[in-house]
């Protein structure tokens, strides 16, 4: 199973893109890489999904190198209710339970 | 459609006490899992479940906890005989399972459990 090394807490301003990297050196081939979000006193929400390149929907996208080693949760123009930890997940796309979770990245939003 | 949900969403009980979480996943969903995270920490793994089977529980302590996932009602994790350091929030998530383009999961608002 791979594991991710995200920061462990950033800062930024309202109306601001967030981009955080997250690092997963030992990815294997089969594995996606999956992003979630979570609130305080909440579970987490799924966020975005990719294998490669770039992926984008309405909340978010993801960069994704030709190597995998690295992945890019981009958040455009960010407010104050993006304040969350997010979690990057690397894992088999069937099987996604085995993944391990760690401290995520603390993101605060500042007006 | 409504999410996952779990109750109770705050449990207190006192050590020695048995402890019961209940967890109903979204309609149409066959495969439950189970989730305990700390203050601060991430998501550890606990157990996955499909309908009356245990898939996964290689997260699960030996002793004292069990899961179910019945025919009909909703899953349950139960802990028996609680001790402080069982004091945590228990998530539930649940999946479409096999089948889908991807297995995203749909947590449930957890239960903080407290052990005084």
């Known amino acids: 199973l791979a594991k991710t090394t995200q920061p462990i807490s950033m800062d930024s301003y309202e109306g601001q893109e967030v981009n955080i990297t997250c690092s997963h050196n030992n990815i294997a081939t089969n594995d996606y890489i999956t992003w979630y979000q979570q609130f305080p006193s909440q579970g987490p929400r799924f966020i975005i999904q990719g294998y490669k390149t770039k992926v984008t929907n309405e909340v978010a996208s993801l960069f994704i190198p030709a190597d995998r080693k690295s992945s890019t949760l981009s958040l455009p123009r960010v407010s104050l209710s993006d304040t969350a930890v997010y979690y990057c997940?690397?894992?088999?796309?069937?099987?996604?339970?085995?993944?391990?979770w760690g401290a995520g990245t603390k993101l605060i939003i500042k007006p | 459609n409504a999410g996952v949900m779990q109750n109770p969403r705050h449990l207190v009980r006192r050590r020695g006490q048995e402890a019961r979480l209940r967890c109903s996943p979204m309609k149409g969903h066959s495969h439950v899992y189970w989730y305990r995270q700390l203050p601060e920490e991430g998501l550890k793994f606990m157990v996955y479940l499909q309908k009356e089977n245990i898939i996964d529980e290689s997260g699960m302590p030996k002793e004292r906890f069990s899961a179910e996932f019945p025919k009909e009602g909703p899953s349950i994790l139960r802990i028996q005989q609680v001790v402080r350091g069982d004091s945590a929030a228990y998530f539930c998530?649940?999946?479409?399972?096999?089948?889908?383009?991807?297995?995203?999961?749909?947590f449930g608002p957890g239960t903080r459990l407290t052990v005084l």
């Open positions: 997940l690397v894992g088999f796309m069937d099987s996604n339970y085995q993944l391990i």
């Open positions: 998530a649940s999946s479409p399972g096999q089948g889908v383009d991807y297995n995203e999961q749909f």
